[in-house]
């Protein structure tokens, strides 16, 4: 994410994947690098530790990039929930991606909600199994797809 964040700040051209490898979406500072998997215990999913310690500066950070002027940003971020959703582990998911999915999902550029579609089935897979969660997540997917959210 932090490729995107630079280039969408310089306003230059940049690959929307990220590295030349296409797996590195780290930032610095955070705790959470999916090129070689490591992540802070809290991102892990560890239902009994704190949340985590970058849970501010990741939501600013993640909100400004779902929210940025450019669709090409917004459409790599949406290609990168899955890898997102990894890192934050399947206890902390519902709390920071529900929103920013289903506003991605309400984009007005199509190709940043087929994006989103595309990669719903790899994000889902990483949320928690309690179906209360499953359920609220549900809802504001449907309502975000009908117009009602």
């Not at 630079?6 to 610095?28: E, F, L, Q, V, Y």
């Not at 991605?104 to 790899?122: F, G, N």
Request: neutral net charge; contains cysteine.
């Amino acid at each position: 994410i932090s490729n995107v964040v630079g280039a969408a700040a310089s306003n230059t051209p940049r690959d929307p994947h990220g590295s030349k490898d296409g797996k590195d979406i780290s930032n610095s500072g955070s705790g959470i690098s999916t090129s070689h998997g490591s992540t802070s215990a809290a991102a892990k999913g560890n239902p009994s530790s704190q949340p985590p310690v970058f849970a501010t500066e990741f939501r600013d950070a993640f909100n400004n990039l779902i929210s940025d002027t450019l669709p090409d940003v917004r459409q790599a971020v949406a290609e990168r929930l899955p890898e997102v959703a990894r890192c934050l582990g399947p206890y902390h998911c519902a709390t920071y991606l529900s929103a920013p999915l289903c506003r991605l999902l309400r984009d007005q550029t199509p190709a940043v909600q087929s994006a989103v579609v595309q990669v719903l089935p790899q994000t889902l897979i990483h949320w928690s199994v309690v179906p209360v969660s499953h359920s609220s997540l549900l809802h504001s997917i449907s309502s975000s797809l009908t117009g009602g959210g």
